[in-house]
């Protein structure tokens, strides 16, 4: 079975200063992991993913992830928030099609 | 354009009164799948489909019947619809169960409220 478990439901920032949203994860294999993006009254999109290259992965619009392996975590960060990162962020674990979403983290921007 | 098309976008509907929600790919994805959203919650997946007329549960299927008739389709019916249905749903393909295709693409999802 896996699991994954994002450890903060609200994040708060300003604009311009950096954006950390924390994910970990449980599964007996090597999974891929993904990040998704909603923004109010829209689908999910896809922000990056990891699938066993490289282990910090670059994504859309200046986001990035580190998988740790050793940490089980795979953080999705971002050097300096805009107003239009304000969204729900989803952290998955994908072992073939079974996909286990996050509860979800809310990032609110402060101009 | 590539996408996943879910049809309506928002519906009201009352106990008891069948209904669908359609859910279209142009991708020529094999794999299909339903969730619902609430808040809290995350996403729950309801059914999935590994290719036509193959079909299984996920995690919350009660409630709810599929059919994957054909590969660009996989419609979500409401038998009975209750209010504890009332929930966002979103419909996702993705290109099958090897490890680096399992990359999901969704809908804009379908918000069901029932009386």
């Known amino acids: 079975a896996q699991s994954v478990t994002q450890l903060d439901s609200h994040v708060s920032v300003s604009e311009g200063t950096p954006v950390l949203l924390r994910c970990n994860y449980s599964?007996?294999?090597?999974?891929?992991l993904f990040w998704y993006v909603q923004h109010p009254n829209k689908g999910l999109q896809l922000l990056l993913k990891?699938?066993?290259?490289?282990?910090l992965v670059k994504g859309i619009n200046g986001f990035e992830a580190e998988f740790k392996k050793s940490e089980t975590s795979f953080h999705l960060t971002k050097p300096s928030a805009h107003m239009s990162d304000a969204a729900e962020y989803f952290c998955?674990?994908?072992?073939?099609?079974?996909?286990?979403f996050g509860a979800g983290t809310r990032l609110t921007v402060k101009p | 354009e590539a996408q996943v098309t879910q049809n309506p976008r928002y519906l009201i509907t009352v106990t008891g009164k069948k209904l669908t929600v359609t859910c279209s790919q142009n991708?020529?994805?094999?794999?299909m799948s339903w969730y619902r959203q609430d808040p809290g919650l995350g996403l729950r997946q309801i059914y999935y489909?590994?290719?036509?007329?193959?079909?299984d549960k996920g995690d919350v299927p009660e409630g709810y019947k599929v059919s994957r008739k054909e590969k660009r389709n996989f419609p979500l019916i409401l038998e009975s619809p209750s209010p504890n249905q009332t929930s966002l749903y979103f419909c996702?393909?993705?290109?099958?169960?090897?490890?680096?295709?399992?990359?999901?693409?969704f809908g804009q999802g379908t918000r069901l409220t029932v009386v």
């Open positions: 489909s590994m290719n036509v007329e193959v079909t």
């Open positions: 990891y699938t066993s290259a490289a282990t």
């Open positions: 599964s007996s294999y090597s999974p891929s």
């Open positions: 998955v674990v994908s072992l073939s099609n079974d996909m286990r």
């Open positions: 991708m020529n994805h094999e794999y």
């Open positions: 996702a393909s993705s290109l099958g169960i090897n490890r680096d295709r399992t990359e999901a693409f």
